[in-house]
């Protein structure tokens, strides 16, 4: 609306979704493990409430185009540079999340998963370390937000409905809490699997729930925590 290049409101749009995060971040922050979950899920549901009504800003129902992006004469379009420009980033991002899994952040984060009161006597900061979190959180679900707006030419309130949030977190589970590579084969899992179940048509949603149970059942610490260790007691 505003007639911003995209490059220019891509980045207004991440530092936005990280200021807005930083705000809700201490009252949301408050609550844990269920309560937290159904709190960030309520979030979710204003969320796509407002975006579907308020019509003249988003376009309602129908959504909204998206001019493509442009760098210098360079038009940036089609599958195979989005392929490259998204994995791209997607790489550079576990890079950096491991990076900070090995610093004293990470460390402290790793306390706090642990045990919050523990780390708390160890004095580590626990709600500045969380409200951190939450916040690069935030970032990169509005980094690949914008991708794929850029990407489709349009957005619409599908991408941002209550579903899509529980879907995120079933990958994160599904593929190991606490492991980069396995928030990848989750999400990979998630993504792939559906698309393998097409032939199986009238019963593919009942087929993947059968699959997410048993996985849950069997891995519990998801497949790639259990993969790991279950290597581990074969080789010792």
């Known amino acids: 609306h505003l007639g911003l290049n995209p490059l220019v409101a891509t980045l207004a749009g991440v530092v ?33 409430i407002v975006v579907t009504n308020e019509v003249n800003w988003t376009g309602g129902p129908d959504g909204m185009p998206v001019a493509r992006l442009r760098i210098g004469g360079w038009r940036v379009s089609g599958t195979q540079t989005w392929y490259w420009i998204a994995g791209g980033t997607a790489v550079l991002a576990a890079l950096a999340v491991g990076n900070l899994l090995a610093s004293p952040t990470g ?31 935030a970032v990169f679900a509005a980094i690949a937000g914008s991708y794929l707006a850029l990407f489709d030419g349009h957005i619409t309130p599908v991408a941002g409905g209550v579903m899509r949030s529980v879907e995120f977190v079933a990958m994160a589970v599904l593929g190991g809490l606490g492991s980069i590579f396995g928030s990848l084969v989750g ?46 007691r074969r080789l010792t």
């Not at 990280?18 to 937290?36: D, N, T």
């Not at 179940?197 to 048993?214: N, Q, R």
């Open 107 to 137: 460390r402290a984060l790793r306390a706090i998963h642990d045990s919050e009161v523990a780390a708390g006597v160890l004095g580590i900061d626990v709600a500045a370390q969380k409200v951190r979190a939450f916040v690069v959180s």
């Open 16 to 48: 936005l979704t990280g200021v807005v995060a930083f705000l809700l971040a201490r009252p949301i922050l408050k609550f844990k493990g269920y309560h937290l979950a159904v709190v960030t899920l309520g979030l979710a549901v204003i969320a796509s």
């Open 187 to 232: 999400a990979a899992f998630f993504v792939v699997l559906p698309q393998a179940l097409t032939a199986f048509h009238e019963y593919e949603h009942a087929i993947l729930g059968a699959i997410l149970i048993l996985v849950m059942i069997f891995l519990r610490e998801g497949i790639v925590p259990s993969i790991r260790v279950w290597l581990l």
